[in-house]
Nanobody, 121 residues
Framework: QVQLVESGGGLVQPGGSLRLSCAAS????????MGWYRQAPGKERELVAD???????NYPDSVKGRFTISRDNAKNTVYLQMNSLKPEDTAVYLC???????????????WGKGTLVTVSS
């Protein structure tokens, strides 16, 4: 019943910006950590950013200073603002979250299907 759906991907020129959104829906009791990962052809999936329910954030050096993760707990949504985009940012961006379903005891980890970001002239 619980699912994550990303949106906001597309084609953008180098130096441009995009804002990704990921909305969690279904029978949700609570959401803990949320994050964004990316997968480029021939490369391992890597963490882009994560954020705790309290708002603490974490970024790798490759995106630090360019990307900003945020969340709206009332809307069960996490965002990724991407600025100064580079061709090497091209990848499928996937949403990830730790969610406890209503009426359940154990917290589970969920993935969205991803949204494609292409940075090219």
């Amino acid at each position: 019943q619980v699912q994550l759906v990303e949106s906001g991907g597309g084609l953008v020129q180098p130096g441009g910006s995009l804002r990704l959104s990921c909305a969690a829906s279904g029978s949700i009791f609570s959401i803990d950590d949320m994050g964004w990962y990316r997968q480029a052809p021939g490369k391992e999936r890597e963490l882009v950013a994560d954020i705790t329910v309290g708002g603490s954030t974490n970024y790798p050096d490759s995106v630090k200073g360019r990307f900003t993760i945020s969340r709206d707990n009332a809307k069960n949504t996490v965002y990724l603002q991407m600025n100064s985009l580079k061709p090497e940012d091209t990848a499928v961006y996937l949403c990830n979250a730790d969610i406890t379903a209503r009426g359940r005891y154990r917290r589970m980890n969920y993935w969205g299907k991803g949204t494609l970001v292409t940075v090219s002239s």
